[in-house]
Structure formats: C-alpha cells, structure tokens
C-alpha cells in the first residue's frame, strides 16, 4: 500500500523528485505564519488528497511521516507541525475525542465534567496510534447514512453491530463512526442479552428527532440478528449441499459407487437441515414483517391526527378539503388529456421515408454482425450446458438404482426413497 501512496504522490505532485524544491518543501518551519503558509497547505492538500483516493478514514501520523513522504531515507521535518496544525484547526481530530456511546451515559457524564473543570493539554499527535481526517469523516457518514435509506422507508433503521461494521468498512472505522453519528444525534448505539450478546445502531434517516431505545428497538434487534444468523447457517448448508452433489458426480465417473452412495446420504442429510433453516427463518421474518407494519401504521394514524388537528386550529372545514382535492384531481386530468395529445401527435414529420430506409439497413448490416460474431460463442455456451444437462441425468439415473435403505428393505421402496431425495436436491439447487 505505501508503494502505491508513493506512485500516487509522484503523479499527483510533478515535481515532488525535483532537489531544488523537495528541500524548501522538507524544511522546518520557522519565522512567522505567512512564511511558511504555502508549504503548510501544501501538505494539508496532499494529506487529504491521498486519504481521499484511497479512502482512508483513519491514518497513522508516523506512516504518514516515515513512509508516504520517505524520499530516499528523508522525510519532512516539518509534518509534526503540519499535523498539529491540522487538529488544531480541525482538519483531524483524535478518536478518543469523540465520545463513545457504548461507555454508558454516567461514564460520559463524567467525561463531560472532567473536560468542562480541566482543560486538556495539547495532545502530541505524532505519538497517536492513529487519527481521524473530518472532512472524510463527515462525507463517509453521509454516504451510510445515504446507503441505508435506499433501503429501508421508514425514518429510522435498526442494523446489527456487524452490518454496520461491513457498511464502514471495518470495526476501527465503524467505531469511529458510531461515535460521529452518535454525537450528531443521528444514531445510538443499543444492545440486548438473551442466549448472546447482541449489539446494534440505530440510525435517523430523517429530519425529525431521534426516539429513544425502547424495548421494541431491543427486540426488533434480536430479530434482525437472528435472521442474519439463519443466513448464514443457509450459506453454509447450500455449500455443502453443492459439494456433495459434485462428488457424488465424480465418484459416479469414476466407477466407485460406495462413495457415490456416501455423498447422496450426505446431500439428503443436507437438504432436510436446509428445509428446517428455511422454514424457521420465513417465520421469523414474518414476525419482523407484522412488528414493521403495525410501526407504519401507528404512524400513519399519528399523522391523521396530527392533520386533524391542524385543521381544527385553522379553521378548515372538511368541505374546503374536498375543494382542494377537486382541483387538484382536475389539474391532473388536464395534465393526462395534454399527454394523450402529444401521443398522438406525429413526430419527425421532416424527416424523407429513404432516410429511415438507409438508416434501417445500416441497423441490419450491424445486427448481422454482431450475430456472426456471437455465434461461436452460443455455440461454446450450448455445449456446456448439454454436457451439464448429461451429467444430471446420468446422476439421477444412476443414484435412482442405488439402495439407500441400510436395512435393505426391499429394492423398490428404496429406489422411491432416493429418487425423492434427488428431487428435494435439485429443488435446493
């Protein structure tokens, strides 16, 4: 990653490997403010610009001095103090500054009192295992937040602890980023203890205020996770599913039926674990789908409500409501007769009739082709599938004379057991 921060540098900064200028750029700075302002921003933009493209929420200030700006064994003697001047004036900020909504409310009661009675030192951001770039930090929280509301329709969601550490891009990120939304006041932090410790956010995804954690969120929460958990259970049946269906495949190649016969149990086995999972996870799912209706619905009454009693204040009558329906309903009839109009209305009338006939047979000449060169490869494509296609049947085939029964029943109960078995395989496919 550091050659690659460095390749970035040298295109960025043409002249970053010219003698002359890298030494007035990796001197100290010294005298007053404005003698030393142009290399100051220079390498506040370069920090940024580098944070920016490769997306890095958090930095490390000694990667920053000993390897991005490493030239030949030199590095800059004045980034201490471009990286100072940057938190200072708040172009980075430390983790630890930002409160953590996981500590509990008194526990940041007490940090607000201690920093409101003590005002701190100025920290030494050289000696900080990593820091924090805000302007990246307020845009990735705007992308979350943008990204979760494409998903979801109410005002607020609920996600685990895990979804969101995947949508930040790892624990250390989405730590700091719990903690920004947190005092944003656009999202807290909750977590429920039944058979596991289960913790998850809440995020706004709206104007109006942020409820508080109620025990619904807590169980709505636990829903969630178990749903997540069932998918995963499902992800790993179905890969199991598959793999035992390619070896009973290649052992049936191979002549070695015992085998064969080993995988199709397994596959079985596989298959009714699949359905149990399924089952369970469609009713839990059903239960999160009453519990999010019966929230919208709740919503949709407290609006009604809401409506008519601001009615009620203003005096309008139903009878006014109903005017204004009206013409609203006319407006968007005329707005349809002007559409169908327009429908009908020819269009290009300019246009000569040899025109569209040149214009069509280049069209043709171009779809002829593109189907001569996509022949070869529909046909490369039909081939694998008519081998896939023979490799199935010979499975089915082959594994409906196979005895499945260890108690050696009789050959035809045996041969229906197992043809039912193939089929519930290929349905889980």
């Not at 370069?46 to 944070?51: D, E, G, N, R, V």
């Not at 329709?153 to 989405?174: H, L, R, V």
């Not at 409820?211 to 969120?217: E, K, R, T, V, Y």
């Not at 890969?239 to 052992?251: G, M, Q």
């Amino acid at each position: 990653m550091d050659s690659n921060v460095r390749d970035f540098i040298a295109k960025e900064v043409p002249d970053w490997n010219d003698e002359v200028i890298a030494v007035a750029r990796f001197k100290a700075f010294s005298g007053q403010r404005s003698d030393w302002q142009p290399n100051f921003l220079f390498w506040r933009d370069l920090i940024i610009k580098i944070a920016s493209h490769f997306r890095f929420l958090l930095i490390r200030p000694s990667q920053v001095k000993n390897d991005w700006f490493n030239r030949g064994g030199l590095t800059p003697l004045c980034i201490d103090d471009v990286l100072s001047l940057m938190y200072n004036e708040g172009d980075i900020t430390r983790p630890g500054d930002l409160v953590d909504p996981t500590t509990g409310r008194f526990s940041q009661l007490v940090r607000k009192v201690t920093n409101l009675i003590s005002r701190p030192a100025a920290p030494d951001i050289m000696a900080e295992e990593s820091v924090v770039l805000t302007p990246l930090l307020k845009d990735k929280a705007a992308e979350v937040v943008k990204h979760l509301s494409e998903s979801h329709w109410n005002s607020s969601c609920i996600i685990t602890m895990k979804k969101f550490q995947e949508i930040c891009g790892g624990p250390d990120e989405a730590s700091v980023m719990l903690r920004y939304l947190s005092g944003c006041r656009t999202a807290q932090y909750l977590s429920v203890r039944k058979n596991e410790f289960v913790e998850g956010v809440k995020v706004l995804l709206s104007e109006v205020a942020l409820s508080g954690i109620s025990n619904l969120d807590c169980d709505v929460l636990y829903l969630i996770w178990t749903i997540e958990k069932l998918q995963q259970q499902l992800d790993v049946i179905d890969r199991r599913c598959e793999l035992s269906r390619k070896s009973a495949v290649a052992s049936l190649h191979s002549g070695n039926r015992k085998i064969a016969l080993r995988y199709a149990r397994e596959l079985k086995l596989a298959t009714q674990s699949r359905e149990k999972c399924s089952s369970l996870l469609n009713r839990v799912e059903e239960v999160l789908g009453v519990i999010v209706d019966a929230e919208s619905t709740k919503k949709v009454s407290e609006a009604m409500q809401i409506g008519a009693h601001a009615m009620k204040e203003n005096k309008i009558s139903v009878e006014d409501v109903d005017l204004c329906l009206r013409d609203v309903q006319e407006s968007i009839d005329s707005q349809k007769e002007i559409e169908k109009a327009l429908e009908h209305t020819p269009l290009y009338t300019d246009i000569d009739d040899e025109d569209i006939e040149e214009e069509l047979e280049e069209l043709e000449l171009a779809l002829e082709k593109e189907a001569q060169v996509d022949t070869p490869e529909k046909s490369i494509t039909s081939e694998e599938g008519t081998a896939t296609l023979e490799a199935s049947e010979l499975l089915s085939e082959t594994l409906s004379n196979l005895k499945l029964s260890d108690n050696n029943v009789g050959k035809s109960r045996t041969t229906q057991t197992t043809s039912k078995g193939e089929k519930t395989a290929n349905l889980s496919m």
